[in-house]
């Protein structure tokens, strides 16, 4: 018997309405593919649900994934397989079904990194943090992040949490040499702050 809340309104039909909230914040703290991916995936799954697509459409789904597989091949054939990885003053990482590793620049300016069903290991010890103090938007969906930040820097976490963590496992200094503010949000997904 299916779980009902209210008197008309079925759970088990209406569940991917999560999923599209989940791809909606997503997109709009910074993770536009990942996000776009989980609001299509659930538009699907909400138009099996109630009916309006047929049944025999949900065997294509290997078709759908060798689609997705092609335009990630693209995408990196066209931006090259390491522009994500390249060190750099700013961060720019963006791990859609793949990995990556980075490791910062001596002059750090923060940026952005997201993991959308894969992760990414930001290595930011031997960095230096300009003006003192960076900011890194940080976010995942399906996904992982490790943030490795030097033992002398502060972090403050301003980031989301829904179905997912974010974790420290590091003690904060007394006289921090610089501080790390990440912001961004955490999706089904985790982030790791260590040193």
Same mark, same amino acid.
């Given at each position: 018997m299916p779980l009902v809340v209210g008197a008309e309104f079925p759970l088990g039909q209406w569940w991917p309405v999560f999923l599209a909230a989940a791809g909606l914040a997503a997109a709009t703290g910074g993770n &536009?593919? @990942? @996000? &776009? $991916? %989980?609001?299509a995936a659930a538009a699907a799954l909400l138009l099996l649900n &109630?009916?309006?697509l047929d049944r025999d459409l949900s065997s294509l789904w290997p078709a759908a994934l060798i689609v997705v597989g092609a335009a990630v091949l693209l995408r990196a054939w066209r931006t090259g397989a390491d $522009?994500? $990885? %390249?060190? @750099?003053d700013e961060l720019n990482v963006h791990c859609l079904f793949s990995g990556?590793? /980075?490791t910062a620049s001596e002059?750090? !300016?923060g940026g952005r990194v997201t993991a959308t069903c894969g992760e990414a290991e930001i290595d930011l010890r031997p960095a230096s943090a300009v003006d003192g103090a960076v900011t /890194?938007? $940080?976010?995942? &969906?399906f996904g992982r992040i490790i943030l !490795? /930040?030097?033992?002398?820097?502060a972090v403050d976490v301003r980031a989301s949490v829904a179905f997912g963590t974010i974790e420290s496992q590091r003690t904060e200094p007394a006289e921090p040499r610089a501080r790390l503010t990440i912001t961004g949000s955490s999706l089904f997904g985790g982030m790791l702050i260590t040193s």
């Amino acid at each position: 018997m299916p779980l009902v809340v209210g008197a008309e309104f079925p759970l088990g039909q209406w569940w991917p309405v999560f999923l599209a909230a989940a791809g909606l914040a997503a997109a709009t703290g910074g993770n &536009l593919w @990942g @996000g &776009l $991916a %989980a609001i299509a995936a659930a538009a699907a799954l909400l138009l099996l649900n &109630l009916g309006v697509l047929d049944r025999d459409l949900s065997s294509l789904w290997p078709a759908a994934l060798i689609v997705v597989g092609a335009a990630v091949l693209l995408r990196a054939w066209r931006t090259g397989a390491d $522009a994500a $990885a %390249a060190p @750099g003053d700013e961060l720019n990482v963006h791990c859609l079904f793949s990995g990556s590793r /980075v490791t910062a620049s001596e002059h750090f !300016r923060g940026g952005r990194v997201t993991a959308t069903c894969g992760e990414a290991e930001i290595d930011l010890r031997p960095a230096s943090a300009v003006d003192g103090a960076v900011t /890194v938007h $940080a976010s995942t &969906l399906f996904g992982r992040i490790i943030l !490795r /930040v030097p033992h002398d820097w502060a972090v403050d976490v301003r980031a989301s949490v829904a179905f997912g963590t974010i974790e420290s496992q590091r003690t904060e200094p007394a006289e921090p040499r610089a501080r790390l503010t990440i912001t961004g949000s955490s999706l089904f997904g985790g982030m790791l702050i260590t040193s």
